[in-house]
């Protein structure tokens, strides 16, 4: 027994055909959704490294903050400990001449 277009008729032979067009067209279609999931599939591994990376140049950051902070901690309490005692005077000349060499530093880059 033969099945409907499948068998060797007139008519048959188009249908077989038609399916055969549906089979090569799905053929291509999975073979451009393979393409699509590989590259996906890179994409994805590409960004994971990458944020593997960012992680650690954030941690990296996150410890030289830290210590600058420390260091910065101490130099304040040292500047602290000096305007405490009697050398304030001293702190203020140190100050006026800080402030004068930037202005100095501002007028030379200022006139370039």
Do not use: P
């Not at 500047?79 to 501002?106: D, E, H, N, P």
């Amino acid at each position: 027994m033969r099945r409907a277009g499948l068998g060797e008729g007139g008519s048959g032979n188009y249908v077989a055909s038609g399916y055969s067009v549906y089979e090569e067209e799905n053929e291509h279609l999975q073979e451009g959704l393979r393409a699509k999931v590989s590259a996906l599939k890179s994409l994805s591994i590409d960004i994971g490294t990458e944020v593997k990376y960012q992680n650690k140049v954030l941690e990296d950051m996150d410890s030289d903050f830290d210590s600058t902070g420390g260091l910065l901690g101490a130099t304040i309490g040292r500047v602290k400990q000096l305007s405490r005692g009697s050398q304030t005077k001293l702190l203020c000349y140190m100050l006026l001449f800080c402030l004068f060499v930037f202005f100095i530093l501002y007028w030379f880059i200022k006139l370039r």
